[in-house]
Each structure stands twice: as C-alpha cells, then as structure tokens.
C-alpha cells in the first residue's frame, strides 16, 4: 500500500507539466482546430484550404476555383488568386511560408475591419488554418504564382523538408494563383477517406453563396481517369430559392438586401454588415439555410435565432389583424412556420463572432439584431404588397399549426388509453385486479372501507373478481358540477378501473377519455 502511495506521488509533480511545440500542437490534439480527430475533422481540414480560395474569389481575384481528389486521399485545390505569399517578412524577420506554414494564430486577415485589409469580408478569420492543415498532413506541397514567378515549398509530417524554391515562369505558363496538395495524416485523423459526396456537397453550397464564381471538382476513378462536375450560380441565393421550390412553390421567390453598421457592445468599434435573404412558401419542401462569409451556420446561431422572432412576430401579427385566429387559440409557433417555409440567408461582416474554428454557429448580437429588424419590418411590407401571398402564407402556417395541435391531442389520448388499460394496478391505490383480461367474465366488488376489502380478498375468486374500496360518502355525481366530479379522487379512481371513459356535455377540460363502451 505504502509502495503505491509513493507511486501516485511520483507521477504529477513540477516536472509533470509540459507544453505542447510546433507541429505536435495539432498533431497530437486536431480535435481543437478541426473539432474532431476523426472523418469530420479531416473533411474540416479540406475546407480550411478551400476558405483561402474562396476569400481571394471574392474580392475580385480569380473566377475559378478547382478542386481534385486522387486515389491515395490526397487533395489539390488550384485558385487564380494573387498568390500566396511566400517570401521574406521585414516586420516579421521571419519567411512568410514559415508564418504562414509553421505558426498558427499568423494570418493576414486581422485587420479586416480597418479600412485599408487586403479582404473585407473573409472566411478565414484566425490564422489557424492552413497551419493547421500542413501540421496534420503527412505532406503538404505549395506553390504561389504571382504572374511572372514560380515560388514553391514542400512539407512532410508538419515540418519543412525543402528551401524556398524559386524560377521565372516561361510566358506560356504565365498566371498568377496557388496550388495546394496535401494528403491527411492517417496518424493524425483515424479516417482521411473523405466520400465524394462531401466534396460535391461541400462545392455546391460554395457556388450557391458566392454568385459567378465557378466552382470544378475533378474525382478521380479506379481507372485512373477523371470525372468533372462544374457548379455555378449566376444569380446566387435566387437561382438556389428557384431551384429548390420548383413547380410547387405557393408563392413566388422574393428577394431582400440588408446594408448596415452598427456594434456588438457600446465599447466596440462598428463594422460592416451585409445579408441577402431569399423566400418561399412551399407545401412540398421545407429547407432554411444560413451561410455566413461562404461558411455553411449548420448550428445557425444569431441568423436562426433572428428568423425564428422575426418570422413568428410578423406572421402571428398578420394573423391577428385578418382576425385568422379561432376564439381562445393559442399563437403559432415557428415549427408551424417551418412547416412550408424555404429560406436562404447570406450573411458577410468585416467582424465576426464564430462560436468555435469550425464555424458552424456565429453569435453576433448586433447581427442578431439587425436581421431580426429587418426581417420584421420587410415581413410587414411584402404582407402588406402581396395580399394574395399573405393570406396563402398566414392560412398554411395555420394549417401546420392546428394538425400538429389535433395530432399532439390524438397521441395524448392514445397514450392515456393504453396506460389505462396496462397500469390501471399501479395507478390506482388499493385496487385488487383480477388474473383473467376478459371483460366478459371480469367482475369488479366496490367495497367501503379496508376492513371489507380484507373480508372479500378472503372470499373472492381471484380469476375473475377484482375489488376496490372506497372510503367516506361518495360524492353525488348527478347534482355536483364537473370540476368537483373530476376532483374527487374516488370518482377518478372508479373512471380510471372501469375504463370506459366518460361521457360530457359541453366544453369541459378533462384528463378523461371519451366514453366508449368497448373500453370497458
């Protein structure tokens, strides 16, 4: 005992604490950065290196961005970019590869919010992920043009294993752009085989969020040659609205277009806030989708939260004024809006709140707030321009409210009916059941007191006499209004044995079943 004790002791002491340095720091942990070390973190890796391309399309620097996955899981992504820098930083003293390579939280979209950032609206936030993605590679290649020259580097399991290599570029292959290969370290993630589907999802979803940019995934096959999709949205969230709905949209897709600054908090600074905001009414389908500087909100955050409000607020204020609503109905609730509802927001900011490096969720309260606004107010004027779209909106919501009210209700009393019948020994104290489950030969003693119901225990036939007793006068059911009857434990006692419910006249709140005879 005193062996283990002075074990336990050696085990954590001052010399127990290290740091974790360079590539070891998401090699040995990559559910930090990727948000799980298994095939999600390796797909999140993918789209790290996909967000880069994407920020550089979107201010205006190339208008294809493709994308290869070969055989051996490894990936390319090939942009028109400017290039990714690679060469020496006077500021920093240090090789911008090796920045921008082999030091996380090194990045060039810090100051995105000040004016004079290379981007104004980026997908890449934190200067985490390309880091991230060459640190859990097994190797990792990288070329930058720039229009005239040919800068590459090479990797291998998160370290550097080449200089800087450079060369003038002969007029012919003249471009400027990166290309990135790299295959997932299966030392680092438990599953590096990304499924096609994913890729192809992912694309789409891009091409969907950022309009004329084109968007080319080559797949390779087992006989080594290549499948190409292409995928292109001109207009955007309209055409993807379009498409979705198809014929059976209710009412036509309609188009918002928020510009806006404001702050998170009194002592922050402002910045910049843009969304577009595409809708429809559809019977068939039902999608929302936010997306968030081209990153899909699968958690939504401040965009859901703003269209739940939004939505439920404007509508149920709708519904009110056409005096839609039924006497004492409850309000409408947003799955009742959901229900028939296709919508698409696209959201940018030059800041932004990102619940966790997988930006999945945003949580921005003045994001929140303005969408919320803006919402509401549109809502109200496309209510008050297309009355015909309104009153189709407004009677299908409630639709979707009172079936899933009358649906609720019919699961409720089915509920209740079979836990009459199977529990009624349980849930009725001091009732004696019988053993046979035949109504036909099942006989029910109602006696007064616990003295008599020890008397007939002794003398019944337990196969098909079951005994209840009751205590005191029973109350006179024939004079006394319903709420007393219901409240009266011995009457709801009795109900409960017998089984077959209760008849009422009127509007009367209950927990009872109908009357049915063959419930008995």
């Not at 391309?53 to 979107?58: K, L, P, T």
């Not at 703003?306 to 609730?333: H, M, R, W």
Request: hydrophobic letters at 35%.
């Amino acid at each position: 005992m005193a062996k283990d004790v002075e074990r336990a002791k050696t085990l954590y002491n001052d010399q127990s604490i290290r740091s974790l340095k360079g590539a070891d720091r998401v090699r040995k942990r990559p559910g930090v950065i990727f948000g799980s070390d298994g095939l999600e973190g390796c797909e999140h890796s993918f789209f790290e290196i996909l967000s880069n391309s994407v920020d550089e399309a979107r201010e205006g620097h190339g208008k294809e961005i493709r994308v290869t996955a070969y055989l051996d899981k490894s990936i390319e992504v090939d942009d028109h970019g400017r290039g990714v820098p690679l060469g020496y930083n006077e500021a920093e003293g240090r090789w911008n590869w090796d920045l921008i390579y082999c030091e996380l939280y090194a990045g060039g979209k810090y100051d995105n919010n000040g004016g004079d950032s290379a981007y104004e609206y980026s997908l890449g936030l934190n200067g985490l992920g390309a880091c991230a993605t060459q640190y859990s590679s097994e190797y990792m290649d990288v070329s930058s043009y720039d229009g005239t020259t040919l800068r590459s580097i090479h990797f291998r399991k998160g370290e550097p294993i080449s200089e800087l290599e450079e060369r003038e570029l002969e007029k012919k292959e003249r471009r400027t752009g990166t290309v990135i290969r790299w295959r997932p370290d299966l030392e680092v993630f438990t599953d590096i085989n990304i499924p096609h589907e994913f890729f192809i999802e992912t694309l789409r979803r891009q091409s969907v969020v950022n309009a004329g940019i084109s968007f080319v995934l080559r797949l390779q096959q087992e006989d080594k040659s290549f499948t190409e999709h292409k995928f292109l949205y001109e207009n955007g969230i309209s055409d993807y609205i379009a498409e979705l709905a198809g014929e059976a949209a209710m009412t036509a897709p309609t188009f918002w277009h928020l510009e806006t600054k404001g702050r998170d908090r009194e002592d922050k600074d402002d910045y910049k806030l843009k969304a577009d905001f595409s809708f429809c009414v559809s019977n068939a389908v039902n999608v929302i989708e936010y997306y968030h500087n081209s990153s899909f909100l699968e958690y939504g955050g401040s965009p859901d939260r703003a269209v739940k409000i939004g939505f439920v607020y404007a509508l149920d204020k709708y519904i009110k004024a056409a005096g839609k609503y039924n006497k004492n109905e409850s309000k409408i609730t947003f799955a009742d809006v959901s229900d028939c509802l296709i919508l698409v927001i696209n959201s940018f900011s030059t800041v932004t709140s990102y619940e966790n490096q997988t930006k999945k969720s945003i949580t921005n309260t003045f994001i929140y707030e303005a969408m919320t606004d803006s919402i509401k107010q549109n809502l109200e004027i496309y209510f008050a321009e297309n009355p015909t779209a309104a009153e189709l909106f407004a009677n299908q919501v409630l639709v979707n409210k009172r079936s899933r009210e009358s649906a609720e209700k019919e699961r409720l009393t089915i509920k209740k009916k079979l836990t009459g019948t199977l529990d009624i020994a349980n849930r009725v104290e001091k009732f004696v059941n019988c053993r046979s489950k035949d109504p036909n030969i099942r006989e029910l003693y109602i006696v007064e007191g616990d003295s008599a119901l020890s008397s007939c225990k002794l003398g019944r036939n337990a196969e098909y006499q079951a005994i209840i007793p009751v205590r005191g006068k029973t109350l006179n059911c024939l004079k006394a209004p319903y709420d007393r009857i219901f409240k009266s434990d011995i009457i709801t006692d009795l109900l409960k044995v017998i089984g077959c419910g209760v008849e009422l006249q009127g509007k009367v709140k209950t927990d009872m079943p109908a009357f049915d005879m063959s419930a008995l």
